[in-house]
């Protein structure tokens, strides 16, 4: 009887003690808007936002990487957004056959923001029937794919020395 009588409250702790240690993952992450397309004919063309949504956090960077399969898809244009549109104020491009690279970064001194906001908008065309995928390249632990910085910060304190006690006799 001892044990049943222990029982709910070592469950209760349990509990606690779980959901004490639970947080939601806030990540920040890109995405890609609209997330199905279609395209009819070799010249109509589907625009595809690159967006970034922080959940909360403030980078200073984000780097995406933009795949497909160039036997289906050409990217006609890499659009930089708009002065009001701009999540970043600064935007970089390159791009070949099968990848797009797209990158915003803040100003020198600027302040990090968040939110959900749009750092380039790629137009794709179809170069042959088929179906065909376009997805940021990204692995956990990679650095070298589609990433997101955020700016950690250290301050180096100097505190005045405090004066010496006098030397006792």
């Known amino acids: 009887m001892g044990l049943l009588k222990h029982y709910p409250v070592s469950f209760i702790f349990c509990i606690v003690i ?3 240690h639970i947080h939601s993952a806030h990540a920040a992450y ?11 004919s070799s010249t109509a063309r589907l625009e595809v936002k690159v967006r970034i949504n922080t959940e909360g956090e403030k980078p200073t960077t984000t780097d995406a990487i933009i795949s497909y399969d160039a036997a289906k898809l050409k990217v006609v244009q890499v659009k930089e957004p708009g002065q009001s549109e701009k999540f970043f104020p ?7 056959p099968g990848k797009v690279f797209v990158g915003s ?7 990090p923001q968040s939110g959900d906001g749009l750092i380039a908008t790629i137009v794709f065309e179809g ?19 589609s990433n997101i910085t955020l700016k950690k910060t250290s301050v180096l304190l100097i505190l005045p020395t405090a004066a010496k006690p006098p030397a006792q006799p």
């Open 18 to 20: 779980f959901l004490t």
């Open 30 to 40: 890109l995405y890609l808007d609209p997330t199905t397309g279609t395209i009819n």
């Open 90 to 96: 600064r935007f970089f491009l390159n791009s070949k």
């Open 105 to 111: 970064a803040i100003l020198p001194q600027g302040t």
């Open 127 to 145: 170069v042959s029937d088929g179906a065909a995928t376009a997805s940021v390249v990204c692995e956990d632990g990679k650095t070298t794919d």
